[in-house]
């Protein structure tokens, strides 16, 4: 059943798996014949060709078979021997499409001063006296006072003897928090599960940090968790972040959002203060295609949803190093995200901004919100955690 491609083409099966046969030449009453008694090793195989069954079927252009792939958990990120993910060999739309995220927030701030803190000395509340909302004000006035950012920033950049000390108290508990939220988030009958437990076997034997990020990409529950829990993912990062420094951005990359009046009045007050700092709370993903950002801030909403669609475009003029890219740089430095078409920057707590401009388009209502990167003032550890404790 399905083998008469084999027998029409005459190839040494010897040479490649059946299964990568199958998926080459399109046959796929003989992949969905096959697949469900594969491991997941077997699927994800590098052929003795030097390609992957999925790089095949995406090369010679079979979409109904790249798609029963994809729908079944597939690598994404394997490279063959030239060096290229399957989306890569891609020749048409209709191929590069299917490897698409379906519709999520994954672009997208539906509480964007959730996102944001002010930054403030001592962690004290910025008088309010305008009518914006409390809570919206916390942090510091100016980044010579984002004690946070400058821990953070500290320990990433410190060496020997303080920075072991640190590693081994911190990183063996962010490790263990994180396996619990894996756990929690990615089931053993989610599509991603296979790919998500290699990823993460990596990070935990050997603090892989691309495996990490790539993870992180994986259409899972693990997103959603991390905006409201990303202590230990947060942590692990900064702790090895010497180690992404040649993915640290520099130019340009967008967020999609949606605001209230409010919520853009806070950010005219911010706006009105250019000695005000906005640090991050949370990790998020932005995008270098501002098309990408736009296309989830267009997605279906219920009707009593009036809030205004947003733009934020974040202006690093500076290299950046907790704005990570996650796409391909060169051939030593491969795409980590599962889904290129987003082209994902991923954006870690603790990176400092000023707002630089607010436009807003009188055809569509639409708002742009600038932000400009603002390098964190470096200082010693042991002062910061002293300023931390007053």
Same mark, same amino acid.
């Given at each position: 059943?399905?083998?008469?491609?084999?027998?029409?083409?005459?190839?040494?099966?010897?040479? @490649?798996?059946?299964?990568?046969?199958?998926? !080459?030449?399109?046959?796929?009453?003989?992949?969905?014949?096959?697949?469900?008694?594969?491991?997941?090793?077997?699927?994800?195989?590098?052929?003795?060709?030097?390609?992957?069954?999925?790089?095949?079927?995406?090369?010679?252009?079979? &979409?109904?078979?790249?798609?029963?792939?994809?729908?079944?958990?597939?690598?994404?990120?394997?490279?063959?021997?030239?060096?290229?993910? #399957?989306?890569?060999?891609?020749?048409?739309?209709?191929?590069?499409?299917?490897?698409?995220?379906?519709?999520?927030?994954?672009?997208?701030?539906?509480?964007?001063?959730?996102?944001?803190?002010?930054?403030?000395?001592?962690?004290?509340?910025?008088?309010?006296?305008?009518?914006?909302?409390?809570?919206?004000?916390?942090?510091?006035?100016?980044?010579?006072?984002?004690?946070?950012?400058?821990?953070?920033? @500290?320990?990433?950049?410190?060496?020997?003897?303080?920075?072991?000390?640190?590693?081994?108290?911190?990183?063996?508990? *962010?490790?263990?928090? %994180?396996?619990?939220?894996?756990?929690?988030?990615?089931?053993?009958?989610?599509?991603?599960?296979?790919?998500?437990?290699?990823?993460?076997?990596?990070?935990?034997? !050997? *603090?892989?940090?691309?495996?990490? %990020?790539?993870?992180?990409?994986?259409?899972?529950?693990?997103?959603?968790?991390?905006?409201?829990?990303?202590? *230990?993912?947060?942590?692990?990062?900064?702790?090895?972040?010497?180690?992404?420094?040649?993915?640290?951005?520099?130019?340009?990359?967008?967020?999609?959002?949606?605001?209230?009046?409010?919520?853009?009045?806070?950010?005219?007050?911010?706006?009105?203060?250019?000695?005000?700092?906005?640090?991050?709370?949370?990790?998020?993903?932005?995008?270098?295609?501002?098309?990408?950002?736009?296309?989830?801030?267009?997605?279906?909403?219920?009707?009593?949803?009036?809030?205004?669609?947003?733009?934020?475009?974040?202006?690093? *003029?500076?290299?950046? &190093?907790? @704005?990570?890219?996650?796409?391909?740089?060169?051939?030593?430095?491969?795409?980590?995200?599962?889904?290129?078409?987003?082209?994902?920057?991923?954006?870690?707590?603790?990176?400092?901004?000023?707002?630089?401009?607010?436009?807003?388009?009188?055809?569509?209502?639409?708002?742009?919100?600038?932000?400009?990167?603002?390098?964190?003032?470096?200082?010693?550890?042991?002062?910061? #955690?002293?300023?931390?404790?007053?």
């Amino acid at each position: 059943m399905g083998n008469g491609a084999f027998k029409k083409t005459g190839f040494k099966i010897g040479e @490649a798996s059946l299964f990568y046969w199958a998926c !080459k030449e399109g046959d796929i009453a003989a992949v969905r014949q096959m697949l469900p008694n594969m491991t997941y090793e077997q699927v994800n195989q590098l052929e003795p060709l030097g390609s992957t069954a999925l790089h095949a079927a995406v090369f010679y252009n079979h &979409p109904h078979i790249v798609q029963l792939l994809l729908e079944n958990g597939c690598s994404r990120t394997t490279l063959n021997r030239h060096g290229a993910t #399957a989306y890569e060999e891609a020749s048409t739309d209709e191929i590069r499409a299917l490897f698409n995220r379906p519709a999520s927030g994954r672009f997208v701030d539906e509480h964007m001063t959730q996102t944001f803190q002010l930054a403030n000395p001592k962690g004290n509340s910025v008088d309010m006296k305008d009518g914006i909302p409390d809570d919206w004000f916390k942090g510091h006035t100016t980044a010579n006072t984002a004690y946070e950012s400058q821990f953070m920033h @500290a320990i990433a950049d410190s060496s020997g003897v303080f920075k072991k000390l640190v590693q081994n108290r911190i990183e063996a508990e *962010s490790k263990e928090q %994180l396996e619990q939220l894996v756990s929690r988030t990615i089931p053993n009958e989610h599509q991603q599960y296979e790919n998500a437990k290699r990823l993460h076997e990596k990070v935990r034997k !050997k *603090s892989d940090m691309s495996s990490l %990020l790539t993870m992180y990409t994986l259409e899972t529950p693990l997103y959603r968790t991390l905006q409201n829990e990303a202590d *230990s993912f947060a942590t692990l990062i900064y702790l090895h972040l010497a180690e992404l420094k040649d993915r640290a951005y520099k130019g340009r990359a967008y967020r999609g959002g949606r605001m209230t009046e409010n919520d853009i009045q806070a950010y005219r007050w911010a706006l009105q203060r250019p000695e005000q700092v906005l640090e991050t709370r949370t990790i998020q993903s932005m995008s270098l295609n501002e098309s990408v950002a736009r296309r989830f801030t267009q997605s279906e909403r219920p009707r009593y949803d009036r809030r205004n669609r947003v733009i934020l475009i974040f202006d690093f *003029s500076e290299t950046c &190093p907790t @704005a990570i890219n996650l796409n391909r740089i060169s051939e030593k430095l491969p795409a980590l995200s599962v889904h290129q078409d987003e082209e994902e920057v991923l954006l870690l707590p603790f990176t400092l901004f000023s707002v630089r401009e607010i436009k807003v388009d009188s055809k569509n209502g639409e708002y742009r919100i600038t932000l400009t990167y603002i390098p964190t003032p470096k200082v010693a550890a042991v002062t910061i #955690a002293h300023n931390l404790k007053e």
